[in-house]
């Protein structure tokens, strides 16, 4: 079944909002999820060198995955985790991504992400999946997070949101922190570009408020926006323990509530972040 959220907004961030919004949780494809493993296996094995654990950690379905992003706008740790849960579980235990609204929007790379399971980065998309018994993974930070400086790199935040945490609590189902370093190499982001976003007004037209300049290939030094190779950055990531929360709407309005459950999830990635960073035996590529 298809699903198409209301849109007010004309012109081009009319457009993205509108696209972003047609969604199903049937536009999974398994067989060119299957198709793909070869590939994936190639990225997280030889190109990234993936070291995953904590699959003990992750409670019965249906749960929900909370990370911090990296790897500028390709955010490489979120494809591996993908990769690796499809090679783990398979169409047994689906895990349905998350993604902005101007990928979800874009007419190739959306179809693609809509193949691959990923849901538009919304209460409505996130909480149906849920409801019908499948996991979901989430980006709080965003862009915030994965076009951080590369000097922040081992820095969770998050970004100050926590609508995950009343997503999780109207739904009554765990949270699974998933902490995970190495993605910022493969694209070390060298500025934000704040000022460049609202001078180009981007956040008018695209819903972006940064235009980051990153190191890459083959361009050396260029907009993270454009196509480019990674570089071979050696990927850690660990599911952590489990964080709970009370199935009591109510406490959606409790400020204190929400917030100290947000900083627990936060903590409990920086944990993890801080233990798969110690095992760091070079600067940049892991």
């Not at 538009?120 to 915030?144: F, H, K, N, Q, Y």
């Not at 599911?239 to 009591?248: K, L, Q, Y």
Request: aromatic share 10%; proline share 7%; glycine share 8%.
């Amino acid at each position: 079944m298809k699903h198409r959220r209301e849109q007010q907004r004309g012109g081009l961030g009319g457009y993205v909002a509108e696209h972003a919004g047609d969604w199903s949780l049937e536009d999974q494809n398994t067989e060119a999820m299957d198709r793909q493993v070869r590939f994936w296996r190639f990225i997280t094995d030889k190109w990234f060198r993936m070291e995953i654990d904590g699959w003990e950690n992750i409670p019965e379905p249906p749960v929900l995955v909370v990370g911090v992003h990296s790897g500028a706008p390709f955010v490489w740790d979120a494809w591996t985790v993908g990769a690796q849960w499809w090679r783990r579980f398979g169409e047994k235990r689906t895990l349905h991504g998350t993604a902005h609204d101007a990928l979800m929007a874009f007419p190739v790379i959306g179809r693609v992400f809509r193949s691959m399971g990923v849901l538009p980065a919304a209460p409505d998309s996130m909480a149906t999946a849920l409801a019908e018994g499948r996991d979901v993974i989430v980006w709080p930070g965003g862009e915030v997070d994965s076009l951080r400086p590369w000097s922040e790199r081992d820095v969770a935040t998050l970004g100050g949101r926590t609508g995950f945490i009343r997503l999780a609590i109207r739904m009554g189902v765990p949270i699974v922190p998933v902490a995970t370093v190495g993605g910022a190499d493969a694209m070390p982001v060298l500025i934000r570009g704040d000022k460049l976003a609202r001078t180009l007004k981007l956040d008018r037209f695209a819903r972006l408020k940064v235009f980051p300049i990153a190191l890459s290939l083959p361009w050396i030094i260029a907009p993270a926006a454009l196509p480019q190779i990674p570089l071979p950055a050696k990927i850690r990531t660990r599911f952590m323990s489990p964080v709970s929360v009370e199935h009591d709407t109510e406490l959606c309005e409790n400020e204190e509530y929400v917030e100290a459950k947000y900083n627990e999830v936060r903590e409990r990635i920086q944990d993890g972040m801080d233990a798969l960073a110690a095992k760091r035996k070079f600067p940049l590529f892991g």
